[in-house]
């Protein structure tokens, strides 16, 4: 697609254009703010004056009027003079609206840093969790699983994404001829949580590490699917996985791995899929020149970022290859209005 052309206007044009997008990382920063500070939640009280709020966050009041008056800007806050209270958008940023987003304001400390590192990362070709915060990805995990409140602040930021996630798969696919599904690496299990909550015959396993079950476990217990749903510790590589699901859900996994990885985490799928077994994975499939939705380009640069060389966001023949190779047939790509589109195999 030809780039947009600019009116000669003696640079004006493309100085806002330019002065959009180098301060766009400002507007993310209002918004950590504004959480972390805890502004929503204490608007969820009703309407108050950035004084009275000032007082209640214990800030001085000019600053407290700054960011209000940012955050109103950005649609999360109304306002009729210098009194505030929270938008419909705003409530999902409490703990209770209808659906808990503030987790999100978890890219504001884990990966805003490293983004600082891009230039770096694209040199380096490899992950900037080392030259960031001073040790490996493997030791920050195994730091926040000793963490419960950093932990459950990343389970918070999981579920953010695969709750809405799941409830658009679980209207999406025809799980009626199924039974059993099992999420590979679902962590506290927010997408199938959802497929069960919507197909009352479905059974579920969440497989994941021991600390991140446990999380599952609480998160089954509070939707009521106790007995039906539960939890299973197995290792993404060694495996075997849990048997007796006829469905597999891969969400924002493939994307962490090279293609050899990638190969042995869907040959332990096929291992433990009966024949006509379906396999769902949901990522930013991008399009056949690598480009694709902003979320999905930017992903893309965010595995270079995070995560082994080769690591990415992949194409549908990207994806179909590493299937086939792994014995399964691709049905379809459905492009859903999220994140993460849904790539429907099945194995033979």
Same mark, same amino acid.
């Given at each position: 697609m030809a780039a947009t052309a600019l009116?000669?206007?003696?640079?004006?044009?493309?100085?806002?254009?330019?002065?959009?997008?180098?301060?766009?990382?400002?507007?993310?920063?209002?918004? %950590?703010?504004?959480?972390?500070?805890?502004?929503?939640?204490?608007?969820? /009280? $009703? =309407?108050?004056?950035?004084?009275?709020?000032? @007082?209640r966050l214990n800030i001085h009041p000019d600053p407290c009027h700054r960011l209000l008056t940012g955050l109103s800007q950005m649609g999360l806050l109304a306002r009729d003079g210098n009194t505030f209270w929270n938008t419909s958008l705003a409530a999902y940023?409490?703990?209770?609206?209808?659906?808990?987003?503030?987790?999100?304001?978890?890219?504001?400390?884990?990966?805003?840093?490293?983004?600082?590192?891009?230039?770096?990362?694209?040199?380096?070709?490899?992950?900037q969790w080392?030259?960031?915060?001073?040790?490996?990805?493997?030791?920050?995990?195994?730091?926040?699983?000793?963490?419960?409140?950093?932990?459950?602040?990343?389970?918070?930021?999981?579920s953010a994404y695969s709750i809405p996630q799941g409830r658009l798969i679980a209207e999406t %696919?025809?799980?009626?001829?199924?039974?059993?599904?099992?999420?590979?690496? /679902? $962590? =506290?299990?927010?997408?199938?949580?959802?497929? @069960?909550?919507?197909?009352?015959?479905?059974?579920?396993?969440?497989?994941?590490?021991?600390?991140?079950?446990?999380?599952?476990?609480e998160a089954i217990e509070a939707a009521g699917l106790t007995g039906r749903f539960d939890s299973q510790v197995a290792d993404l590589f060694s495996g075997p996985y849990p048997s007796g699901a006829d469905v597999i859900s891969l969400s924002w996994v493939l994307h962490d791995w090279n293609d050899e990885h990638c190969l042995q985490i869907l040959r332990n799928c096929h291992a433990a899929l009966p024949s006509g077994g379906a396999m769902l994975i949901t990522e930013s499939i991008?399009?056949?020149?690598?480009?694709?939705?902003?979320?999905?380009?930017?992903?893309?640069?965010?595995?270079?970022?995070?995560?082994?060389?080769?690591?990415?966001?992949?194409?549908e023949a990207e994806y179909a290859a590493l299937l086939e190779r792994s014995g399964f047939c691709v049905e379809k790509l459905v492009r859903l209005a999220a994140p993460r589109d849904l790539l429907i195999a099945r194995k033979p």
């Open positions: 009116h000669p206007t003696d640079g004006v044009e493309a100085l806002n254009r330019f002065n959009d997008i180098v301060t766009r990382y400002c507007e993310s920063q209002m918004f %950590f703010a504004g959480c972390n500070l805890g502004v929503f939640q204490q608007l969820t /009280g $009703g =309407p108050a004056t950035a004084d009275e709020l000032a @007082g940023l409490t703990p209770g609206g209808p659906l808990n987003l503030e987790p999100l304001s978890m890219w504001g400390n884990l990966f805003y840093p490293m983004w600082g590192r891009l230039d770096h990362a694209v040199r380096e070709y490899g992950p080392q030259q960031t915060f001073g040790f490996s990805q493997q030791d920050a995990f195994a730091n926040m699983y000793q963490d419960q409140a950093t932990l459950r602040k990343f389970g918070g930021l999981m %696919f025809d799980f009626a001829p199924h039974h059993c599904v099992l999420d590979v690496a /679902g $962590g =506290p299990g927010g997408l199938i949580i959802e497929i @069960g909550k919507r197909h009352p015959h479905m059974r579920g396993i969440v497989m994941d590490l021991p600390p991140i079950c446990a999380l599952a476990d991008l399009d056949e020149n690598r480009s694709g939705t902003p979320f999905g380009v930017l992903m893309s640069l965010h595995m270079l970022v995070l995560c082994e060389p080769g690591a990415r966001e992949r194409t």
